[in-house]
């Protein structure tokens, strides 16, 4: 059986865009497969329309190491409206609720720790949850909202930075993998004896990623001049996993484990650096400056996870 030849070009690599409002995470990364001519393309961690900032773009061989962004590190800023409840928890919804009441930053700080650590959060009844097989989202086009059970969220920091006025507050959030930020808006308006939406939403990093490595999508657009965009704009595969504890191995080792080997920590004693879990955690193997792939600590062996 003859395989049909990929369209577009073989690249591989990270591209981190600071998205615009309106667009979907999916809109952009259709768009880059375009521009770039790119034969394989995905997105590092979904952003709502409505919001803005870092979404990594994923090329090739740099898909593979998608999950362990997404499991990174977020920070995120956002403006709560108070007063005003939507179906989305969002300003691009439908008004359902209203209210008079509006808190003080007394109340508001009061009312922070218990939605900071590990909380059960709902999620929005507009998200990508599945509920029989259905999205969320689309139950809730349809007319029939779900009725979604909490999840365990992981919230590592929920601070008030600015009160601009009595309707309006804006956050900073430092969060773990899977916690919707218009959740936490909703539930902050309620725990605070009103309701509320949120108004605008930027991400700031996603794992190793920040803004300073973000490139405004309507810069990479085609031009006359520049019919497809650069791949020079790319950066490695392995930037992804710069957060993940590196370990050095000799060659003879890398070959090894390159051919699916686990080496005993026994061996590596002396070498494990102290921020990998000896009990399940990943490390970055690394031969010199080159990165073998990703492996676990489990069981007194370091074992391949995911060979790049």
């Known amino acids: 059986m003859r395989h049909r030849k990929q369209r577009g070009r073989p690249l591989d690599g990270w591209l981190?865009?600071?998205?615009?409002?309106?667009l979907t995470s999916t809109d952009v990364v259709n768009r880059l497969k375009r521009w770039f001519d790119a034969q394989k393309c995905g997105h590092g961690g979904t952003l709502d329309p409505l919001a803005t900032g870092l979404l990594p773009i994923a090329f090739g061989a740099a898909t593979k190491t998608v999950p362990y962004v997404m499991d990174g590190t977020k920070l995120y800023r956002f403006t709560l409206r108070f007063g005003e409840a939507r179906d989305t928890d969002d300003a691009d919804g439908q008004v359902i609720e209203t209210s008079e009441a509006r808190p003080t930053d007394e109340q508001i700080r009061a009312a922070l720790p218990?939605?900071?650590?590990?909380i059960m959060q709902v999620p929005p009844v507009f998200s990508a949850v599945k509920v029989a097989g259905e999205r969320a989202y689309d139950l809730s086009r349809a007319g029939a909202p779900p009725v979604l059970d909490p999840r365990p969220a992981r919230v590592d920091r929920f601070e008030l930075i600015e009160r601009v006025d009595a309707d309006t507050a804006v956050f900073e959030v430092q969060s773990g993998?899977?916690?919707y930020m218009r959740s936490l808006a909703r539930d902050l308006a309620r725990a605070c004896g009103t309701v509320g939406h949120?108004?605008?939403?930027?991400?700031?990093?996603?794992?190793?990623?920040?803004?300073?490595?973000a490139i405004p999508l309507d810069k990479l657009a085609p031009t006359e001049d520049t019919p497809r965009a650069s791949p020079d704009l790319l950066l490695?595969?392995?930037?992804?996993?710069?957060?993940?504890?590196?370990?050095?191995?000799t060659e003879a080792e890398a070959f090894g484990l390159s051919n699916g080997q686990a080496i005993s920590l026994v061996t590596l004693m002396g070498r494990i650096p102290g921020a990998a879990d000896p009990d399940g955690g990943l490390a970055r193997a690394m031969?010199?400056?080159?990165?073998i792939g990703l492996c676990r600590l489990e069981d007194g062996w370091l074992r391949p996870e995911r060979l790049l």
């Open 177 to 179: 993998k899977g916690v």
């Open 114 to 118: 218990a939605l900071t650590g590990d």
């Open 198 to 213: 949120i108004a605008a939403l930027r991400r700031l990093r996603v794992g190793p990623f920040t803004e300073a490595q």
């Open 287 to 291: 031969a010199g400056s080159r990165v």
């Open 16 to 22: 981190i865009i600071d998205k615009p409002q309106g």
């Open 236 to 249: 490695p595969v392995a930037t992804a996993l710069a957060d993940i504890p590196a370990l050095a191995l």
